[in-house]
């Protein structure tokens, strides 16, 4: 056993000698991005081919504790880009002082809004919905106003504390109903059967049956669809609109690395980068016109009207928005 | 009461256990033997807490097959643990009397009389834990007496006490057998015990039981395994 | 290394000293470091209150139920003999041992909403069950505890002296009366310590919590404290509600160690004493244990019958990788938690009662301590000076470890002070010292004991799913973690399958360790 375990050592570090001459970047992102079934490994290959560069992904929890880990590094941290943060928190994240502007000007957007912000810039795109499985729900609410009426519908949702889907459905009740929020609420709470840490819970218990819909994207069923080849799972279309979310990245302040960082903005929104999302995040790619998606995203639902808040508007709403949910759900 | 054991087979880890032997009503008899040897199990089988395998036990010219322990005509007294750390000497004696402790005069007045009997009288509201060793015994000895079975048997009830509080000890047993007429099996490690309160003895050994012989001719002329035993 | 019958070596009391003040600080340096960072938060607000009322409820209720259904289920297995029976005895370890994101899995599959009961409820033209809220809470603390409870009451009615019952029987006892004189008095000594242990167990209540409480309305302090961490990015709050939940703990050991002494856990074989007393009518009991078993096995069986479906369909990859990552982690962690057990045993045994009943309720409100402030208060201390991905799994080991060391200590303890109470007189008489002395008359001794408690810290290492999503580099998941992540990607499936994988090898571990003590036990 020890001769193959000699080698091993001899073996990784050669590797690490000859990785010591390239530059090492590190993207801190959310898990689901790093594992064996996500973006990252081909990402990784990807741009390891153009940059001359050891690119590493550090996967630091779901989408909220991103910024969490960012602000408990602080100025220390070793992250030269983050990758992952959404719109509902760009502004917070932005307010830290730890990123710095990206610089460029992109080019190709296909995000159905025009895109401003000088510190991050997007990489995918999806509308908030939800899912259901169309063999067992037949009488699906087509708007919030019937989804609110129908009262024998059970829903799972996420905390919006600790799951960006879940702070986008604060977003998307807002952005729908404004000042009515608190009642609407109110009107909701008995439909919710249970409200999870994060996605991947109310979506494992919408799937074993706890619940007649759940808050995922409109393109959940192209994951069902594309790689299990069930056409079960659908998302149901709301007349009010969809609320998007935006991920997006951004390269911090303290980076040593800032033109292999501005790169890989670059890259990011490279159809290299791009042709990858749709079948390993199950987003709409930020830069790749409708056309080169893989077949199956065409069946998707199109909603009638994208819902965003401007991101400078969240910090302002989203503590009252938190405490109306609150005083809903847990009177 | 008579006691027969009639071709009784007991199998038990390390040994199985055989007798077919018999006990006279109103004799005295000292069980001795090696450790291990199936003394106790003897016992254990005339107070129905052991069934045997093969064979039939009788008390009093009754089959004791299908007899409860509750319902057998004995008392059987432990090496330790035969009061009730939780209940006062009164009440321990009392269950002797009824065991869901619901007594009346006549009952109190019984429990009072063998208390007195055994020169418990002052400790009745007191703890076991309070007792020494030998008034320990006597409190279960007075229990005994209320129950006021046909049979005794004693499993080295007196082993944790001095020479001389045991051989007090026995002195009251003999005194209580006599009145009372009871047949008494006595477990002991002792000779001397057997020598001083018993008419006969039981050799065990090996589960081997011995027909019960009289007590001097056993010491005076003992078989081979039980010279090996006495060290004779 | 442990020393004489009265006394305790210098070399015992300097380990033993160390190895305590090491875990104080682990325990008591992070919230320190946290309590001056940042966060502008209240100092206690309306909704803390709220979770310290919740906290305190659902624990009470959880305690109450376990121990009320535990003790018709561990009189029947002690009064009926029955096939099978010893293969009970030995279930009712496994629930404790279940990693809890497994368990959560196997009991919403029974008591879900299109789990087994909402299925023959709807079948019958009733309604869906719906167990989320306190319900839900409860009804799985209870599925962890019930077991461990009726485990401490064999034990209890283990050590009852056969003569007790032989007695009773000679007296012509009911069942009534053996339950009053012989059975509540044994009940009146154990229960308030059973019910002591499963309170702290439930009042740091975290994954069941957020699981099954359904909502913000069934937040427990350390909840809160998840929330806090990751919402309002308030550290100082977070210290905050650490230390209201230690001060909870505390609080509730002082009340109950005027009353009882938590029952220690111990490893009864479930020997089943001669008795006479049994109703003739064995209907009831009988029902009392299909009752309970059903209850206990129906959620296990599901997640074994569907994880047998997730891995027939094909493991992923990195399943093996994490499996073995954890196993190591898991069994390091068991090991250091077996070590430093056995140096703080060594001092408590032989100090004087006092001191040593201050030392054991310390151990005790350790189980009341955070495992994120912890992480995240050793995460900000250890920041400035290393990689904490380079040594996330040490921390993680090293955190586990801390978090098993109550079990260890209440396992220990008892079990070293018996074997100095023994033989430490004998050892001391043959001039038996140092290292000889402790392979030759204290370890042949506390074997058993010791393999128990190494076997038990290793299963809860192995299920534990707190500390490591704070530090792991993606490349290295535990089988939890991986198992989060398969879920996290949609392969519900799989996930399945790692479910089922992460309970054989929490169990295997378990029985493992218990089996290098076991096997060369010896009676103290």
């Not at chain 1, 073996?11 to 990252?40: C, H, K, M, R």
Request: neutral net charge.
């Amino acid at each position: 056993m020890i001769r193959p375990l000699l080698t091993a050592a001899v073996l990784s570090f050669g590797a690490t000698l000859a990785q010591a001459q390239n530059p090492i970047l590190t993207v801190y992102t959310y898990d689901s991005f790093v594992t064996e079934w996500g973006p990252g490994p081909a990402v990784e290959t990807a741009f390891e081919e153009v940059c001359a560069c050891d690119l590493r992904f550090v996967g630091a929890g779901d989408g909220a504790a991103l910024l969490a880990r960012l602000q408990l590094e602080g100025t220390r941290t070793e992250a030269d880009v983050v990758l992952g943060l959404d719109t509902t928190l760009t502004t917070q994240a932005a307010d830290t002082g730890l990123f710095a502007p990206h610089g460029l000007t992109p080019q190709g957007l296909t995000l159905p809004v025009t895109w401003e912000d000088t510190t991050f810039l997007p990489y995918d795109w999806g509308h908030f919905a939800f899912v259901y499985d169309n063999t067992k729900l037949t009488d699906v609410p087509d708007s919030f106003e019937a989804l609110l009426a129908a009262e024998d519908l059970s829903i799972v949702i996420q905390d919006p504390r600790s799951s960006t889907p879940g702070l986008g459905l604060l977003m998307w009740v807002k952005a729908v109903y404004e000042d009515r929020a608190p009642e609407v609420w109110a009107a909701l709470a008995p439909r919710i059967v249970t409200v999870t840490k994060g996605w991947s819970e109310a979506y494992g218990m919408f799937l074993e049956g706890e619940a007649d819909m759940v808050l995922s994207y409109t393109t959940s069923p192209a994951y069902h669809l594309i790689a299990e080849e069930d056409p079960t799972k659908s998302a149901a279309n709301f007349a009010e609109g969809h609320y998007m979310q935006i991920e997006v990245a951004g390269m911090l302040a303290g980076t040593d690395q800032p033109d292999l960082a501005q790169r890989f903005l670059e890259f990011m929104l490279s159809p290299a980068f791009q042709t990858v999302i749709p079948t390993t995040n199950w987003m709409y790619p930020a830069a790749l016109p409708p056309a080169d998606l893989p077949a199956g995203f065409d069946q998707m639902i199109q909603p009638a009207r994208s819902l965003l808040i401007p991101a400078d508007e969240i910090p302002a709403l989203k503590d009252a928005a938190l405490a109306e949910w609150l005083a809903a759900l847990a009177g | 009461m008579h006691i027969a054991f009639e071709r009784v087979r007991l199998a038990r880890e390390g040994f199985t256990l055989q007798a077919d032997v018999s006990v006279e009503p109103g004799t005295s008899v000292a069980v001795i033997g090696p450790s291990g040897a199936g003394k106790s199990t003897l016992l254990s089988l005339v107070a129905g807490f052991d069934r045997p395998d093969a064979g039939r036990i009788l008390i009093g010219g009754q089959d004791m097959a299908r007899v409860r322990p509750a319902d057998r005509p004995v008392t059987l007294l432990f090496q330790d643990n035969n009061l009730f750390p939780h209940l006062t000497v009164f009440q321990n004696v009392a269950l002797g009397r009824a065991p869901n402790l619901r007594l009346d005069q006549a009952d109190r007045a019984a429990c009072s009389s063998v208390l007195a009997r055994v020169d418990l009288a002052g400790h009745a509201n007191k703890r076991p834990a309070e007792l020494s060793g030998g008034q320990q015994s006597r409190a279960a000895l007075a229990r005994a007496l209320l129950r006021a079975k046909p049979v005794l048997l004693l499993d080295e009830p007196f082993a944790a006490l001095g020479p001389a509080l045991r051989r007090d000890m026995l002195d009251l047993v003999a005194e209580i057998r006599a009145e009372r007429d009871m047949t008494l099996m006595m477990v002991t490690h002792d000779p001397e015990d057997a020598r001083r309160i018993a008419g006969q003895v039981i050799f065990v050994q090996a589960g081997h039981v011995e027909p019960p012989r009289d007590t001097a001719a056993v010491f005076n002329s003992p078989t081979p395994g039980m010279a090996a035993y006495l060290g004779i | 290394m442990v020393g004489g019958a009265g006394r305790v070596t210098r070399l015992t009391a300097t380990v033993g000293g160390l190895v305590l003040a090491a875990v104080l600080i682990l325990l008591f340096a992070p919230i320190a470091s946290l309590w001056g960072q940042i966060g502008a938060g209240p100092w206690f607000g309306p909704g803390d209150l709220a979770a310290v009322r919740f906290t305190l409820v659902q624990s009470l209720l959880s305690a109450t139920i376990s121990v009320a259904l535990a003790v018709p289920f561990a009189r029947a297995l002690m009064r009926r003999s029955f096939a099978g029976r010893r293969l009970v005895i030995a279930l009712l370890g496994a629930p404790f041992l279940l990693p809890v994101i497994v368990a959560i899995l196997g009991l919403l599959a029974v008591w879900g909403r299109s789990g087994l009961f909402s299925q023959i409820s709807l079948d019958l033209g009733g309604p869906r069950l719906s167990i989320y809220g306190l319900g839900g809470v409860v009804l799985a603390h209870v599925f962890f505890n019930l077991p461990l409870v009726t485990r401490l009451l064999v034990q209890g009615w283990q050590a009852i002296p056969p003569e007790r019952f032989r007695l009773a029987a000679q007296l012509g006892m009911g069942p009534r009366a053996v339950f009053q004189l012989i059975e509540w008095p044994m009940l009146r000594a154990v229960l308030p310590g059973a019910f002591l242990l499963v309170f702290l167990l439930c009042l740091t209540s975290f994954a069941v919590a957020l699981a099954l409480g359904g909502g913000p309305r069934a937040t427990t302090v350390e909840v809160a404290i998840y929330q806090t961490l990751r919402f309002e990015f308030d550290l100082s709050h977070a210290a905050r509600l650490a230390l209201v939940q230690l001060g909870l703990g505390a609080a509730v050991v002082l009340l109950a160690l005027g009353i009882a002494r938590p029952t220690s856990f111990g490893r009864g074989l479930g020997r089943l004493p001669q008795r006479w007393d049994a109703p003739r009518r064995a209907g009831p009991d009988a029902a009392v244990v299909l009752l309970s078993v059903g209850f206990l096995v129906l959620p296990l069986g599901f997640v074994i019958v569907r994880g047998t479906q997730g891995l027939w369909a094909g493991p992923e990859v990195g399943l093996w990788r994490a499996a073995g990552i954890s196993v190591a982690l898991a069994g390091t962690s068991a090991l250091v938690t077996a070590l430093a057990a056995l140096a703080i045993a060594g001092l408590v045994a032989g100090l004087p009662r006092g001191r040593g009943m201050l030392v054991e309720a310390a151990g005790l409100v350790m189980l009341a301590t955070s495992p994120f402030v912890i992480g995240t208060g050793v995460f900000v201390i250890l920041r400035p000076y290393v990689d904490p991905f380079a040594w996330a799994l040490v921390v993680t080991g090293v955190i586990n470890a801390a978090m098993s060391l109550p079990f260890g200590l209440r396992i220990l303890v008892p079990a070293l002070a018996a074997a100095r109470a023994n033989y430490g007189r004998l050892a001391d008489s043959l001039g038996m010292t140092g290292w000889g002395r402790f392979r030759h008359a204290t370890l042949p001794l506390i074997r058993g004991p010791l393999g128990f408690a190494t076997g038990l810290a290793a299963a809860l290492s192995m299920g534990d799913l707190g500390v490591i999503t704070l530090f792991a580099p993606p490349d290295v998941a535990t089988l939890p973690l991986y198992m989060y992540r398969l879920m996290g990607a949609y392969r519900m499936d799989q996930a399945a399958g790692a479910a089922l994988v992460l309970l054989g090898l929490s169990l295997a571990l378990f029985w493992v360790f218990g089996l290098l003590g076991g096997r060369h036990a010896h009676r103290v």
